[in-house]
């Protein structure tokens, strides 16, 4: 094989791991921001639940004052009882009785009711509590682990860069430009092999007279699909 091939081919080992070091940093702001979604999810959930928690409280207050006052207005109703002067004034605190009975009677289940409810939020509370805590030492980590992910990885791009700028020196500048312009539209394959009259970058067939042309290694050549540069690898001879 030519050397300019052999120079090209060595290139594109090069320029694909450089694709894919700036394809995991470019990834790395994303993974930290699902999991930050996360947490202010869960900090979202838990402000829900403490507000409908302390509003429950506050109601459970309101209606537990108000049965003590009609509790109080039932021992003051049957208080009257004993000095009713007629049969009207008897039925009237009897009717008073009835309905400051019932009313008791229905604040005592709705506190029942809001006292199940504070329980309820109280253990989903606990339960937000621990998924904050949890998130938290995930988003930790994972800033802290790819922090150190980020700076080895800028490291190795920096000595790729390095080795990419010394391959490329060694390249005719016509070449490499032809080369270059190609991998920048085709997902960043400049060069390709071809076997059996298929080219491996496009998958597409190319004329016979040019895959012969191509084996001869005498020049550089193109495919007509795809314009990638191509190189032909001879089988291995059996041992």
Request: proline share 3%; charged share 35%.
């Amino acid at each position: 094989m030519q050397e300019t091939l052999e120079q090209l081919i060595e290139l594109q080992k090069i320029d694909s791991k450089i694709a894919s070091i700036e394809g995991v940093i470019k990834n790395t702001p994303s993974q930290i921001k699902a999991v930050k979604e996360k947490y202010e999810k869960a900090i979202s959930g838990y402000d829900s639940i403490k507000e409908a928690l302390d509003e429950n409280k506050k109601a459970y207050l309101s209606l537990e004052a108000s049965l003590n006052e009609k509790k109080n207005n039932l021992m003051s109703s049957q208080n009257k009882l004993s000095s009713v002067q007629n049969t009207k004034e008897y039925e009237s605190v009897i009717r008073e009785l009835d309905t400051l009975k019932k009313n008791i009677t229905d604040d005592e289940s709705k506190l029942k009711e809001m006292m199940n409810l504070d329980f309820k939020y109280e253990s989903e509370l606990s339960k937000m509590v621990e998924l904050k805590e949890s998130l938290e030492k995930e988003l930790a980590e994972v800033s802290s682990s790819k922090a150190d992910e980020d700076k080895e990885m800028h490291d190795e791009l920096e000595k790729l860069i390095e080795e990419r700028q010394a391959q490329a020196s060694k390249i005719k500048k016509s070449t490499l430009m032809k080369y270059d312009r190609v991998r920048a539209h085709r997902h960043n394959i400049g060069i390709a092999s071809v076997k059996d009259e298929v080219c491996n970058g496009c998958y597409m067939h190319i004329p016979p007279q040019l895959y012969v042309e191509v084996k001869k290694d005498n020049d550089i050549h193109t495919c007509p699909h795809c314009q990638r540069i191509l190189y032909y690898i001879p089988p291995k001879t059996a041992e």
